[in-house]
Antibody, heavy 121, light 107 residues
């Protein structure tokens, strides 16, 4: 069955960096776009980024101001989110989700359970 | 950016009730790109409805969606205990992808 599992969360100091990973299984990973979405405490879902099936293009939420970078390794069925210059506002559960299409048309049909990132001194 | 609003923000209901959640977009969107998700605390969000009215695989038939233009609706025909959760609409008709603020369904 389709599975996506996030990892790499933890506690990081303000201004620090963290790299999240998402391991996918149960489908042909290299034929689907992948997204990152987060949920801050007590808040709703916020879309962050998408990477197309072949990594040819990535798109980001403007609010990230260039601090985050999404990448993927189709040989290892993984997608990553590199997060730099973290602030307390980045404290959230980070979800990885599969797009039903290669082109990121944004029907997010399978999600992981998320990994918690806490930015605190 | 297209802003999504939902009403109500929360509701109390009982098992067996018919529940309706509204979602409004700040401008007209292509209904092919309007989706609904269910999210329970500590769990993965689940796609319920895509393209405004199509049921995602494995989703019970008590869930249905409708609407077009700027106004969309998610209906649960007979609320079950496992349906207590937060529901989000989401558009991808015009980038960036945006979610509604969510509707919490509680007892």
């Amino acid at each position: 069955q389709v599975q996506v599992v996030e990892s790499g969360g933890g506690v990081v100091q303000p201004g620090g960096s963290l790299r999240l990973s998402c391991a996918a299984s149960g489908f042909t990973f290299g034929t689907y776009a992948m997204h990152w979405v987060r949920q801050a405490p007590g808040k709703g879902l916020e879309w962050l980024a998408v990477i197309l099936f072949d990594a040819s293009n990535q798109h980001y939420a403007e609010s990230l101001q260039g601090r985050f970078t999404v990448s993927r390794d189709n040989s290892n069925n993984t997608v990553h989110l590199q997060m730099n210059r973290l602030g307390t506002e980045d404290t959230a559960v980070y979800f990885c989700a599969r797009d039903h299409s290669p082109w990121g048309t944004a029907r997010l049909d399978y999600w992981g359970q998320g990994t918690l990132v806490i930015v605190s001194s | 950016d297209i802003q999504m609003t939902q009403s109500p923000s929360s509701l109390s209901a009982s098992v067996g009730d018919r529940v309706t959640i509204s979602c409004r977009a700040s401008q007209s969107i292509n209904s092919a790109y309007l989706n609904w998700y269910q999210h329970k605390p500590g769990k993965a969000p689940n796609l319920l409805i895509y393209a405004a009215s199509s049921l995602h695989s494995g989703v019970p038939k008590r869930f249905s969606g409708s609407g077009s233009g700027t106004d969309f609706t998610l209906t649960i025909s007979s609320l079950q205990p496992e349906d207590f959760a937060t529901y989000y609409c989401q558009q991808s008709s015009s980038p960036p992808l945006t979610f509604g603020p969510g509707t919490r369904v509680e007892i």
